[in-house]
T-cell receptor, first 110, second 112 residues
Framework: NAGVTQTPKFQVLKTGQSMTLQCAQD?????MYWYRQDPGMGLRLIYY???????DKGEVPNGYNVSRLNKREFSLRLESAAPSQTSVYFC?????????FGPGTRLLVL | QKEVEQNSGPLSVPEGAIASLNCTYS??????FFWYRQYSGKSPELIMF????GDKEDGRFTAQLNKASQYVSLLIRDSQPSDSATYLC????????????FGTGTSLTVIP
């Protein structure tokens, strides 16, 4: 039982490049989330998916897209990376109200 | 106004003392309240959750909720150096369903 897994662990991009962050959970949770964490800003919700087939915007959705591929997987795509998107990205899932976080992806945009 | 406010610290306490971490929230309809611990470079992990006014104890940790004052706190008794971490307060707002709102966290250092 791996819990919540994220790939990659670390990525360097140039401004304007695109990439997809992958997230998967094996706990049969309905809800999945993408957060970014920046110094002094705490965890901010980018997008979430309450169930397979649905997605909703969070606090900071601009510049991102998501796909809930199936119940297990929830991906985050940066279409044209900007330096302001340099951050640590966490995926999370929860069954009722307890969130379980993945190990995070550190993204540096030059 | 941010949904959840925390004093960023840093908070330093000697080993064996009680550490008190505080959090206020803006949405009076918030129903569920959580405390997460995050070690440097790691992901947040849930310590406790509380739904009702009053105290909830789990080992050395006690969460306290006062909905009238829109205030939730975490007490850590007999603090250990291994408790040194950032503590995040989170709430689920009544009008946003599944959305969690996190505070910016309080950095705690327990001095041996």
């Amino acid at each position: 039982n791996a819990g919540v897994t994220q790939t990659p662990k670390f990525q360097v991009l140039k401004t304007g490049q695109s990439m997809t962050l992958q997230c998967a959970q094996d706990m049969n949770h309905n809800s999945m989330y993408w957060y970014r964490q920046d110094p002094g800003m705490g965890l901010r919700l980018i997008y979430y998916s309450a169930s397979e087939g649905t997605t909703d915007k969070g606090e900071v959705p601009n510049g991102y897209n998501v796909s809930r591929l199936n119940k297990r997987e929830f991906s985050l795509r940066l279409e044209s990376a900007a330096p302001s998107q340099t951050s640590v990205y966490f995926c999370a899932s929860n069954l009722i109200e307890t969130q379980y976080f993945g190990p995070g992806t550190r993204l540096l945009v030059l | 106004q941010k949904e959840v406010e925390q004093n960023s610290g840093p908070l330093s306490v000697p080993e064996g003392a009680i550490a008190s971490l505080n959090c206020t929230y803006s949405d009076r309809g918030s129903q569920s309240f959580f405390w997460y611990r995050q070690y440097s470079g790691k992901s947040p992990e849930l310590i406790m959750f509380i739904y009702s006014n009053g105290d909830k104890e789990d080992g050395r940790f006690t969460a306290q909720l006062n909905k009238a004052s829109q205030y939730v706190s975490l007490l850590i008794r007999d603090s250990q150096p291994s408790d040194s971490a950032t503590y995040l307060c989170a709430v689920i707002s009544s009008n946003t369903g599944n959305q969690f709102y996190f505070g910016t966290g309080t950095s705690l250092t327990v001095i041996p």
